[in-house]
């Protein structure tokens, strides 16, 4: 792995704070530094690869829709009711 400096100015008070802490924990501030920034790059990554997801989702959605493939309010909603009454019919049998 090539290695590169990476210098930037922080308050003097913070530093030293940051370097206290990191001495409690047995680190370094840089290998912190190098942790939050390994952390970071991998939530952007996680994030970017949900949000692909996610549209890949909508499109699917949206081309069902534009095909007609749709089910209707209504039928959702008695498919809904069917459910609430299997839930609601568990509940009072594990009540009594």
């Given at each position: ?8 100015r922080v308050d ?85």
């Open positions: 792995m090539s290695e590169a400096t990476f210098t930037f003097e008070t913070l530093k030293n704070e940051f370097a206290a802490a990191a001495k409690i924990r047995d680190r370094t501030g840089a290998q912190l530094l190098r942790d939050f920034m390994r952390d970071f790059v991998r939530q952007q990554q996680e994030a970017a690869e949900h949000d692909a997801w996610f549209r890949r989702q909508v499109q699917i959605g949206l081309d069902s829709a534009a095909a007609g493939d749709v089910i209707s309010a209504e039928e959702v909603e008695a498919q809904a009711e069917i459910r609430r009454a299997e839930t609601q019919r568990k509940l009072t049998g594990s009540a009594s």
